[in-house]
């Protein structure tokens, strides 16, 4: 099941070219699993039981000195009766004969105090290879687990990011396999709206924007970092000149494309110079909630970016209600070329582009699952049947982010984000 699967979502490179996929192991049962957690748990426990042990012996030795201490004097007086007995038999009359077997009688209690020695000496021996061997099996783990100091861990972090974002340029682009269960990030705003990061900018660029409502909105508000996002704080307020309609904005290189209310108009804003840079109608598409998705919302204008660019998705009369899929000009808004799916845009729940592929889900409701995919590359399309966890039951937003590799939605007032599983082909070559 989705709970208990491995989830591939991203790649690195090894020195010796290879990919290697980075997996998110399951939540449930993640340390009984781990190797080195159950290595370390028998670990505690022979410790553990090596204490009670030495324990045990502490208080028996304490005991048994005690005893040993008390008859210290009896011994010394039966040693001197025997000697005595040894050097004149005479001296041994029936009286002294049965004094010295009475001393002899009282130091009896003695020998199992000296077998338990005995067997105390064996189980030290034991605890001692015992304590020997734990001590080689933590240093092997404190070799693996601990061996870099802070400084060299960093290096090994940055050398590791920087062949991981090598190896996702080199891997490209993958076909859809499956999506992760739902991290919910933050839960505000009102039942419909849409949240974003920028698709193109460098990854320590993490800003968070955010836009609340479906139409005649014109604010939108850019917090630094998720963090802040998440806590509400350190954000700035730009004031859209248009109002927008629907959620399918997209950020993309610092401006937010948008469709412009009660038109088909795509709009390009510069965050920056805080200023409209370009606006172009998307010709023939629908709007007004003319060719919405299921859930209406003014959705009849759609914008995507992934590893190819910048899409519009919408629909026309012409195309008599099917989703139209168009590659966009980012800097003129001009559309270079578009593909009729053959897919009613009514009854599509939401969708999103990777790689060139449009992935279209059945339902915006719980029970919603990705049911469509049109390849652009081959102007070919399939049916799916990939699972999608609607968690709060009413998607109005859900696009991908290809720098990050992961899917935002808005949720019945939730921001949430999902990691996802290409699937890749990688011929002996070692090209795509």
């Known amino acids: 099941s989705p709970d208990e699967g491995w989830q591939v979502y991203t790649s690195a490179q090894a020195p010796d070219g290879k990919c290697l996929c980075t997996a998110v192991i399951p939540v449930q049962g993640t340390c009984s699993r781990d190797l080195r957690t159950r290595q370390l748990r028998q670990l505690v426990e022979k410790v553990q039981n090596i204490s009670q ?37 005479r001296s041994l009359n029936p009286k002294s004969f049965q004094e010295l077997k009475e001393k002899m009688v009282e130091l009896l209690p003695l020998l199992p105090v000296l077998e338990q020695y ?5 189980l030290i021996v034991h605890l001692k290879e015992e304590v020997r061997n734990l001590s080689g099996s933590l240093l092997a783990i404190q070799e693996e687990m601990g061996a870099y100091d802070y400084e060299e861990l960093q290096q090994r972090v940055l050398m590791l990011e920087a062949r991981l974002h090598a190896c996702m340029q080199k ?4 076909k859809l396999t499956g999506v992760s269960n739902p991290i919910t990030i933050r839960a505000s705003g009102s039942r419909f709206g849409s949240w974003m990061t920028d698709t193109m900018t460098p990854s320590a660029d993490s800003r968070v924007w955010y836009m609340d409502g479906y139409y005649k909105g014109r604010r939108v508000l850019e917090f630094r970092t998720l963090n802040d996002f998440v806590t509400g704080q350190n954000f700035v307020q730009h004031l859209l000149p248009h109002p927008w309609a629907g959620t399918g904005h997209v950020v993309f290189n610092g401006s937010l494309y948008y469709n412009k209310y009660q038109s088909n108009i795509a709009v390009k804003y510069h965050f920056r110079s805080r200023s409209v840079l370009v606006q172009r109608s998307l010709a023939g598409a629908g709007y007004n909630n003319t060719f919405p998705y299921s859930w209406g919302g003014f959705s009849d204008i759609d914008f995507m970016v992934d590893e190819n660019g910048l899409w519009a998705v919408y629909t026309t009369n012409q195309n008599a209600g099917n989703i139209v899929v168009s590659r966009v000009d980012p800097q003129t808004l001009e559309v270079l070329r578009s593909w009729d799916t053959g897919y009613p845009k009514r009854s599509a729940g939401e969708s999103f582009m990777i790689c060139g592929t449009l992935y279209v889900t059945n339902s915006h409701l719980a029970g919603a699952k990705i049911y469509f995919a049109y390849y652009t590359n081959t102007s070919s399309y399939e049916y799916t049947d990939i699972p999608f966890h609607n968690q709060y039951s009413h998607i109005s937003m859900l696009d991908y982010n290809p720098r990050e590799r992961v899917l935002y939605t808005w949720n019945n007032g939730h921001q949430v984000i999902y990691n996802v599983t290409l699937f890749h082909v990688i011929k002996t070559s070692g090209e795509l």
């Open 53 to 89: 042990s030495m324990e045990v012996l502490d208080l028996r030795t304490y005991r048994d000195l005690q005893y040993v201490r008390n008859t210290e004097s009896l011994m010394k007086g039966l040693d001197s009766r025997l000697k005595v007995a040894a050097e004149s038999q």
């Open 118 to 122: 005995k067997s105390d000496t064996r």
């Open 171 to 174: 891997l490209g682009c993958g």
